[in-house]
């Protein structure tokens, strides 16, 4: 029962480099989400997706795009990364039916930009 | 625009001893939902509870409970008789309900509150 996966669990990026964090979920969940958490903010929304083929901004998308191509992955790219997107990013997705307002989140991506 | 406070950034008590993470939250919605969640050292994100804000009953797992106040906006997580395994971080999160929004959990995080429990 894996759930929601994140791709990979950890990375180191130098400044200006790019790379794309990859989000499967196997629960046919309608909407995903991506976080990310920083020491003492807690976790703040990137950008999320309603469906396939759609997403929107969340709190702070600033230096982030993101793609859903197929409804069980949700892509978060960074096309220029900086230090500060160093921080902990965590996906989570949610049912429309069955159990409403239960995120299932990933185990987390820890990433380094130096 | 809604905002969760949990003012305890950290908090250390000796084991067995019952321990209380406040929460307090901002929403200008009728309809809400309220949550907590469990970060262990291990990194992942663990759901405890889920709360409508239409139920103000107190509710009981085991050693944990909560107390969900709307008069004073606050939904408080008390541990009984801590243990050693209860140390985590704990965040409580806030989500607007309406039909628009229907499953889309947009969750806003509280800062969490840092618990360590000694042995």
């Known amino acids: 029962n894996a759930g929601v996966t994140q791709t990979p669990k950890f990375r180191v990026l130098k400044t200006g480099q790019s790379m794309t964090l990859l989000c499967a979920q196997d629960?046919?969940?309608?909407?995903m989400y991506w976080y990310r958490q920083d020491p003492g903010m807690g976790l703040r929304l990137i950008h999320y997706?309603?469906?396939?083929?759609?997403?929107a901004k969340g709190e702070v998308p600033d230096g982030y795009n993101v793609s859903r191509l197929k409804k069980q992955n949700f892509l978060l790219g960074l096309e220029s990364a900086a230090p500060s997107q160093t921080s902990v990013y965590f996906c989570?997705?949610?049912?429309?039916?069955?159990?409403?307002?239960?995120?299932?989140f990933g185990q987390g991506t820890r990433l380094t930009v130096v | 625009a809604q905002k969760v406070t949990q003012a305890q950034t950290e908090i250390s008590v000796v084991e067995k001893e019952d321990v209380t993470l406040d929460c307090v939250y901002e929403?200008?919605?009728?309809?809400?939902?309220l949550f907590w969640y469990k970060q262990p050292p291990s990194g992942e994100l663990v759901f405890l509870i889920r709360?409508?804000?239409?139920?103000?009953q107190n509710e009981i797992s085991g050693r944990y409970s909560w107390n969900f106040q709307k008069s004073t906006s606050s939904f408080n997580f008390t541990i009984t008789a801590s243990q050693v395994v209860d140390s985590a971080v704990y965040f409580c999160?806030?989500?607007?309900?309406?039909?628009?929004?229907?499953?889309?959990?947009?969750?806003?995080f509280g800062t969490g509150t840092r618990l360590t429990i000694i042995p």
């Open positions: 989570a997705s949610t049912a429309v039916l069955g159990t409403p307002y239960e995120a299932f």
């Open positions: 629960m046919n969940h309608e909407y």
């Open positions: 997706s309603v469906g396939e083929g759609t997403t």
């Open positions: 929403t200008r919605d009728t309809t809400y939902y």
């Open positions: 709360r409508n804000s239409f139920d103000e």
């Open positions: 999160a806030l989500t607007e309900d309406s039909i628009s929004n229907f499953g889309n959990e947009k969750l806003t």
